[in-house]
């Protein structure tokens, strides 16, 4: 790479800082701007109060920070992201609202793809320093979510929606600062997260809290404004946020370089190493890749906090719950003891997003539909493919085994223990052999990898899938259909069986 890691079309201001530290400008750019952000944030909610100030302004403002920030990390690349957002208000405006869902989705994904093909041809495989798909691929999410759900509020009768899709139509076309501002906002224009237009629309008006505290209640109590909501402060959960980033600041900086990915297809290594060797290194490289995810992850889920927008209601403990737009449960993620439990817990803001365009709205082949359109959105490195076509009979297989086994371990807690830990190990070690491709990106890569794993999890996974086929244990006829997930609600985490992405290795920003 050479000094490829010091070159940016964005702004070379901290160039110095960037050349002292040893990291990529368009690292050192991303995290100014998230930190600037991070005070702009706390001056919104509490100088730009909606009291003060019309929802107008409020837009404006956030608008034209969202935009600065584009315009200093990636320069004359943001203007694909700008006119992508500029030609999709166009086809909102002026397009039959009986195909505007279709026609926003084919040309931000479109758009996207045009971006990823371009970064395999020109940059062959690497990761080039001003690496603009991260906040196009959120751009794309809101794009199309808003479109389906102007769909679903101007074309379709109530009856025809979910309780989801009837909290989250909208009724109306946005204003072109307010579709702005949605889509360029410096709260999420850099690494997210995708979140509902409504919601968003009452937190630049104020009425956030009072209506989330509804929607959890289930009653009115007249609280209709920003005059009457209540003062919930999100210091705490802000601050909480931020001794997260703190610590996994600090892991990336010792463990994650410490433990590259690309060393597990080192020919030396797969010449050398054994089998177990090979496979305990897979497993620890890929712990310490999520730092980094983590990190991005909280720190943008912190900057919306701290403008006052993500409240989700009060807990059962009586306290008020500030993840409506989290985009990761980390407690999940690290003890989680099933292939799905992990998704639901990764990444889960794109998860719903999946879900909100494609899952619930395709007749047939739902699921390998939204494998499609993950990997779409993701990019077109095989690595991406590689992942998601491993993930399918992986898929299978932990529902054909979980069926068929679990219940025999229900009976005793020490049996059940047991169970959760050879689950666990098996979950991880599935995660990191089916994710590995994703970080390789490459084919030659891939195969090398898989070559050295014996392709053993591929074969395992087929075998349980056919020997389990049918005979698990029956479901009661109140179970829910295994193909069916269970409903979302708009501060819900749960999602179709891998539907949510994996990680993601541009520049660190989204995944």
């Known amino acids: 790479m050479g000094d490829a890691i010091f070159k940016t079309t964005g702004s ?9 530290l040893g990291f990529p400008i368009d690292q050192v750019n991303f995290i100014a701007c998230q930190l600037f952000g991070l005070a702009a944030a706390f001056w919104f909610r509490l100088y730009l109060k909606p009291s003060h100030f019309k929802p107008l302004v409020r837009h404006t403002v956030a608008t034209v920070l969202g935009t600065a920030f584009l315009v200093f990390c990636f320069g004359w690349y943001s203007a694909q992201i700008l006119a992508t957002v500029v030609v999709s208000y166009l086809i909102i405006l002026k397009a039959d609202i009986n195909h505007v869902h279709r026609y926003s989705m084919v040309t931000a994904m479109g758009s996207l793809t045009v971006c990823h093909v371009s970064r395999v041809i020109i940059f062959n495989y690497g990761v080039p320093s001003t690496d603009f798909s991260g906040p196009l691929m959120m751009v794309t999410q809101r794009i199309t979510t808003l479109a389906f759900q102007l769909h679903d509020g101007m074309c379709k009768k109530s009856e025809q929606l979910t309780s989801e899709q009837k909290l989250a139509a909208i009724k109306e076309r946005p204003s072109l600062m307010e579709y702005l501002s949605y889509n360029l906002n410096f709260l999420s224009i850099l690494v997210g997260p995708c979140s509902n237009y409504k919601d968003y629309i009452d937190f630049i008006e104020g009425t956030h809290i009072s209506r989330r505290l509804k929607q959890r209640s289930g009653s009115s109590n007249g609280h209709n404004g920003y005059d009457k909501s209540p003062d919930l402060s999100p210091l705490d959960a802000v601050c909480r946020k931020l001794l997260v980033c703190c610590v996994c600041m600090l892991l990336f900086l010792i463990v994650t370089r410490s433990l590259p990915i690309t060393y597990n297809v080192d020919p030396d290594f797969i010449n050398n190493a054994d089998f177990l060797t090979r496979l305990t290194y897979a497993f620890f490289s890929i712990q310490a890749a999520r730092p980094k995810f983590y990190f991005a992850w909280t720190l943008a889920d912190a900057v919306n906090n701290a403008a006052g927008y993500g409240f989700l209601g009060i807990d059962e403990n009586g306290k008020p719950s500030w993840d409506l737009v989290s985009n990761l449960n980390i407690i999940g993620i690290e003890t989680a003891t099933s292939f ?40 077109v490195y095989p690595g991406y493919y590689f992942t998601f076509l491993t993930a399918i009979p992986i898929t299978m297989a932990a529902r054909a085994i979980r069926k068929s086994v679990r219940h025999h371990f229900l009976n005793s807690k020490n049996l059940k223990l047991g169970y959760d830990i050879v689950t666990w190990a098996a979950t991880q070690l599935a995660i990191c052999y089916t994710v590995m491709p994703f970080l390789l990106l490459s084919l030659d890569r891939t195969l090398i990898y898989y070559r050295s794993m014996f ?57």
């Not at 070379?12 to 002292?20: G, Q």
């Not at 990444?347 to 739902?366: E, S």
């Not at 295994?482 to 891998?498: E, G, Y």
């Open 340 to 379: 799905k439990t992990f998704i639901d817990n990764w990444n889960i803001r794109t998860g719903v997003w999946l879900k909100t365009v494609c899952y619930d709205r395709a007749p047939k082949h739902r699921l390998a539909l939204t494998f499609i359109l993950s990997a779409l959105w993701h990019g």
């Open 455 to 511: 392709f053993h999890v591929h074969v395992l996974s087929i075998l349980a899938a056919i020997i389990l086929h049918g005979k698990h244990k029956p479901k009661s006829a109140s179970s829910v259909s295994t193909k069916s997930p269970p409903p979302i609600s708009s501060s819900s985490s749960s999602s179709p069986d891998l539907c949510q992405s994996v990680p993601c290795n541009n520049n660190d920003k989204e995944a």
């Open 12 to 20: 070379k201001w901290l160039l110095p800082v960037s050349e002292f």
